[in-house]
């Protein structure tokens, strides 16, 4: 009788022992969750900092050149410059692109979701393509090329570009539209007095 209780009670103990195993694994699993100091809550946390640290929400240091402000972008002309370095600067700055906080919006696209509610509707930006070259060359004078365009607040847009339709004395073409872009006018010559005007061309624009 003494050896049928004890192989009972030895049996009774496995099953506690198996039975505490569970309880004390499931207890380090809940425990491992919950902690606030894991990778996954301190990844949280890290990007709770970043979204309302202002050093830190987009600036990333190593695209930067050494010393840079990025409270200069403007200042700088950096904002309106066509080239990759300065299109890392506005990321990394957070005024372009992909650098805004997780979660988060940039602050030029809040503004122009702003300036979009405020225009009246339907905006003619984003409707039917418009020829911005005018006029357009004959064969064999057809190259016009490398535009760029120049936009304000006006309503006003100056349009540069190569235009062969005058060469060999003269490369330059321009356009400009008062009603934002709806009708173009040429706005040639453009060369005298200026060479021929051969190269990437390049609008600085004054309205006033």
């Known amino acids: 009788m003494k050896k049928k209780s004890s192989s009972r009670s030895a049996f009774f103990n496995l099953r506690v022992l198996i039975?505490?195993?569970i309880i004390t694994t499931g207890l380090s699993l809940a425990l491992f969750a919950a902690n606030p100091f894991g990778r996954g809550a301190?990844?949280?946390?890290?990007?709770?900092?970043?979204?309302?640290s202002p050093l830190t929400s987009s600036i990333d240091l190593s695209i930067l050149p050494p010393g840079f402000d990025c409270s200069q972008v403007y200042a700088l002309g950096i904002d309106r410059q066509e080239n990759f370095r300065a299109g890392?600067?506005?990321?990394?700055?957070?005024?372009?692109?992909?650098?805004?906080?997780?979660?988060?919006?940039?602050?030029?696209?809040?503004?122009?979701?702003?300036?979009?509610k405020l225009l009246p509707g339907p905006s003619f930006i984003g409707g039917s393509d418009v020829?911005?070259?005018?006029?357009?060359?004959?064969?064999?004078?057809?190259?016009?090329s490398?535009?760029?365009?120049?936009?304000?607040p006006n309503n006003t847009w100056v349009v540069n570009y190569n235009d062969s339709r005058t060469a060999s004395s003269c490369y330059s073409g321009l356009s400009y539209s008062t009603d934002n872009g709806v009708t173009w006018h040429?706005?040639?010559p453009l060369c005298?007095?200026?060479?021929?005007?051969?190269?990437?061309?390049?609008?600085?624009y004054n309205a006033n």
Request: glycine share 18%.
């Open 186 to 188: 040429a706005g040639q």
């Open 19 to 21: 039975g505490l195993l």
């Open 146 to 152: 490398e535009s760029m365009e120049w936009g304000g």
């Open 131 to 144: 020829d911005v070259i005018l006029p357009d060359g004959s064969f064999p004078k057809v190259t016009q």
């Open 42 to 52: 301190s990844g949280t946390v890290s990007k709770a900092q970043q979204k309302y």
């Open 88 to 116: 890392l600067i506005m990321k990394a700055c957070g005024l372009e692109g992909d650098s805004a906080p997780a979660g988060g919006i940039s602050g030029s696209s809040a503004f122009s979701r702003l300036i979009q």
């Open 192 to 204: 005298s007095g200026h060479g021929t005007n051969f190269g990437d061309p390049i609008v600085v």
